[in-house]
């Protein structure tokens, strides 16, 4: 008790975290006793004014997040709104129907059912009990049997007699079943001892989570439905919080908590958006996060006079597109020619496997290129989950080292569609589309003045629910210093869900084979045979809990990989992660709308002790703002709070491929782009159990992590990813 009244009072003591968790657990079991569904500190009501459905018979819930926190004023509790997926409730032929998109209950695949409905609770309607799926019958409800006991008059006691369990429920148990008797039954068993239930009679019960990946439709429209305006969030925190009615609980109350039924106040500031370099030396000003290239030029265009287009028989009127971009790309400063030809995938491919598809068309190019291009503009039939992509991309980036660039376009192209894809052109053969004028001056704080290089880093890991797909670990670092717009990536499989990047230093017989020796020897080359003297380290995706890890596994490997390169050479260090996966939301006190871009919070909800703060970089255009949590776990540099937010806040705005402002630091999203790019390589989720452990690195239990393919030398350098 003590510990907790020192937490409340924001004292730090051996036993604060101890602490937290005990009062986190109460409102746990607060919820508990109200009947929500819990995961981790969400709570979710069965209420289906707050179900959503998503189709496929999954649903989406609203609830709401509610955890204690340290803040520097004190204890305070952290609301916000929460959605998790839940199995859509109601009988369970209806849900497979759906999950599986079918009409009729003769086109399911029981297979596929059964693994689906495994350990999904189900309400009987003829006894209204509760059952745990374990399975389904092998046989069909009127072939299926099971022995029954005899009770009728001279037979002995213990006889038994095998009855279909259709027959059972009609003639024994006098209930009609209209169509359960073609269908298997439902096993709410065990192994040894089935009990079986006609599948008409099962009811799927109300929040039960759905934990398995979401198709791009259903994502979209959980995207599509969970947002919700700045307004209409705090309505809806704030009923959560009169719902929860925390006062009345007499074990939150017996720990000396009592909870205010108003937001926090606190104070905080908007940064000017930076001032932008464009073409012909003209400066740019972004206006609430955003910023065009309307009569404007590129400030360092690219000369486009070898390329040509692909068409995987998408329909698209090439030659209005082809002319679209050498006159939109006249317009923003690049010279670029018409293309040597359009090739045009031949009809008799188009059922042919995705590699097959993509070698036939690699033949047809090299037998009628002259030579090989700058670029291959790529025109895909399907916009999401185009299964060409990935091996489209492995054939020129990784055998080839051709760039290429991708489109699917839904609708006709009009000049903001090019332009757009003329900025990712632009940025992948090495062009820069506009600089910050600070960088250009160059005058940025500490970076500037002192050779700097700036890494991005995250890991992305497989689907929920598979634990044999790699994660792919990504690593992007600036070139050309004093610059801070152009990047490079190094990506590299490793174990299944493992969070620490482990391939940052790898000595094979006393060769650096890791990431970060290739990034350093990149920035020597390109930065005029300078060595960095500060290194600063943006990292993605990790938690609280995995701070210390950062630093004594990565930053670790990290420093191992300057000092094997070169014993004599110590560059400073500085370490931020960035945090966007929480539950810190800001609102204006006199306006319905989102905290403007550029919104910086370093008081009050920070932490007690720890350099953190949030920004909110991004114009919030559609529902609540969501801010970026920067934590500086490690600095060297001496940044002062204000020169660490404006260099944050500078490189919201470098990222080449759009023309806002975006909601966390470029080189962060480049290494996300990056990992998503490359796992397409590979269809791990194909992947059979042939792979030898020669195949790639042994992960824990033996487990072989194939490796991706090398980028081509060709494009390694390029930022292939953008």
């Not at 096993?187 to 398995?212: D, F, M």
């Not at 490079?488 to 790898?506: N, W, Y």
């Not at 204006?588 to 910086?600: I, L, W």
Request: glycine share 6%; proline share 6%; hydrophobic share 35%.
């Amino acid at each position: 008790m003590q510990a907790i009244a020192d937490a409340l009072r924001g004292h730090d003591s051996e036993h604060f975290q101890d602490a937290v968790r005990v009062l986190d657990i109460m409102l746990r079991q607060h919820a508990s006793q109200q009947g929500c569904l819990l995961v981790r500190q969400s709570f979710f009501h069965n209420e289906p004014r707050n179900f959503v459905d998503l189709g496929g018979g999954v649903v989406g819930c609203r609830g709401f997040h509610s955890s204690f926190r340290a803040t520097q004023g004190g204890l305070s509790l952290n609301m916000d709104v929460s959605t998790t997926m839940i199995v859509k409730p109601g009988p369970v032929l209806d849900f497979l129907l759906a999950n599986q998109r079918v009409d009729n209950p003769g086109q399911i695949d029981w297979s596929k059912a059964k693994r689906t409905l495994k350990n999904l609770r189900i309400k009987a309607t003829n006894s209204n009990l509760e059952y745990k799926i374990s399975g389904l019958s092998d046989s069909i409800c009127r072939k299926q049997t099971f022995p029954l006991k005899q009770r009728r008059e001279g037979a002995n006691e213990g006889d038994e007699v095998q009855i279909t369990v259709y027959d059972y429920f009609v003639n024994h148990r006098d209930i009609r079943l209209r169509y359960s008797g073609d269908f298997p039954c439902i096993n709410a068993g065990k192994p040894k001892r089935p009990t079986y239930i006609p599948i008409e009679l099962c009811e799927l019960v109300s929040l039960q989570r759905y934990t398995k990946s979401l198709s791009n439709l259903q994502r979209a429209s959980l995207v599509e439905k969970s947002r919700q305006k700045p307004m209409e969030r705090m309505s809806s925190l704030k009923q959560a919080l009169a719902t929860s009615n925390y006062g009345a609980d007499p074990l939150i109350v017996a720990s000396g908590v009592s909870i205010s039924t108003e937001f926090t106040k606190i104070q905080g500031r908007v940064l000017p958006a930076p001032k932008l370099m464009v073409g012909k030396g003209e400066d740019l000003w972004p206006r609430n996060g955003r910023w065009n290239f309307n009569s404007k030029r590129l400030i360092e265009p690219v000369k486009l006079d070898r390329w040509a287009v692909v068409n995987f028989s998408a329909r698209c009127n090439v030659k209005m597109l082809s002319e679209s971009i050498v006159k939109c790309g006249g317009m923003k400063g690049m010279t670029i020619s018409p293309p040597f030809d359009c090739f045009e995938e031949s009809p008799n491919n188009r059922r042919s496997p995705a590699v097959v598809r993509v070698e036939q068309m690699m033949e047809l190019i090299k037998s009628r290129l002259p030579g090989p291009p700058q670029l291959l503009l790529c025109i895909l039939p399907e916009k999401k989950n185009c299964d060409l992509y990935g091996p489209w991309k492995k054939k020129n980036l990784s055998d080839l080292g051709i760039v290429t660039q991708c489109m699917a376009p839904t609708k006709p192209v009009n000049d903001q569609y090019t332009t757009n894809l003329l900025l990712k052109i632009n940025a992948k053969l090495g062009g820069i589309n506009s600089l910050l004028g600070i960088e250009k001056s160059p005058s940025i704080p500490l970076v500037s003045t002192v050779p700097t290089l700036i890494v991005g880093m995250d890991v992305s890991h497989g689907s929920p629910g598979r634990s044999d797909v790699p994660s792919i670990a990504a690593v992007v670092s600036s070139r050309e210093w004093p610059l801070i717009s152009k990047y490079r990536a190094a990506v590299r499989t490793q174990s299944p869900k493992l969070e620490m990047i482990d391939s940052l230093f790898k000595k094979v017989d006393d060769v650096d084979q890791g990431i970060f020796r290739e990034l350093l020897q990149d920035f020597f080359i390109s930065s005029g045979k300078r060595k960095p003297e500060q290194i600063i380290i943006f990292r993605d995706g990790v938690s609280e809990s995995q701070f210390n890890q950062v630093l004594n596994i990565e930053l670790e490997q990290i420093i191992e990989a300057c000092k094997f390169l070169d014993e004599t050479w110590s560059p400073k260090f500085m370490v931020v992660v960035a945090q966007k996966n929480h539950h810190t939301k800001f609102f204006q006190a006199n306006g319905p709308d989102n905290v403007p871009p550029g919104t910086v919070i370093d008081n009050g909800i920070c932490h007690p002790r720890t350099n953190d703060f949030y920004m909110c970089a991004h114009a919030g255009m559609i529902g609540t703002t969501r801010p970026t949590h920067y934590h500086v776990l490690y600095d060297e540099l001496g940044f002062s709070a204000d020169a660490l937010q404006e260099l944050v806040h500078s490189l919201s705005y470098v990222y080449q491929r759009s023309t806002t402002a975006i909601s966390v630091v470029a080189p962060i999203c480049y290494a996300h782009l990056a990992a998503a790019q490359m796992s397409q390589f590979i269809k791990f989720d194909e992947l059979s159990d042939k792979s030898s452990s020669h195949s790639g690195t042994a992960g824990p239990g033996g487990v072989s992590v194939p490796p991706l393919p090398l980028l081509h030398h060709k494009v390694s350098s390029s930022m292939f990813f953008c």
